[in-house]
């Protein structure tokens, strides 16, 4: 069974730092690119950032580049999106979902989401 779990969501304070997961079952997440999405209430989803299966380059929004970084743990068969100096307006429910090869492929499997909440 094809699956993505995401984790590693929850509240944090404005400046704070969470490390988002992305694990992959029944099938290996290295031949695939993985991006991470967000969508906030009220709002359209966006791409945030995305790592490709050929060479491993790594894509940002705007909005979120010098304060996240995605990597991969091939041996984990996990993605990470490590968020740092996160700001109000980075609260949003958080998919992983996968992609053959290329970040700009269709998106083929979408984890359940995880709620990141920036607030004081």
């Known amino acids: 069974q094809v699956q993505l779990v995401e984790s590693g969501g929850g509240l944090v304070q404005p400046g704070g730092s969470l490390r988002l997961s992305c694990a992959a079952s029944?099938?290996?997440?290295?031949?695939?690119?993985i991006g991470w999405f967000r969508q906030a209430p009220g709002k359209e989803r966006e791409g945030v950032s995305c790592i490709s299966s050929s060479d491993g380059s790594t894509h940002y929004a705007d909005s979120v580049k010098g304060r996240f970084t995605i990597s991969r743990d091939n041996a984990k068969n996990t993605v990470y999106l490590q968020m740092n100096s996160l700001k109000p307006e980075d609260t949003a429910v958080y998919y992983c979902?996968?992609?053959?090869?290329?970040?700009?492929?269709?998106?083929?499997?979408w984890g359940q989401g995880t709620q990141v909440t920036v607030t004081s």
């Open positions: 979902a996968a992609a053959a090869s290329e970040c700009h492929f269709e998106y083929e499997y």
């Open positions: 029944g099938f290996t997440l290295e031949d695939y690119a």
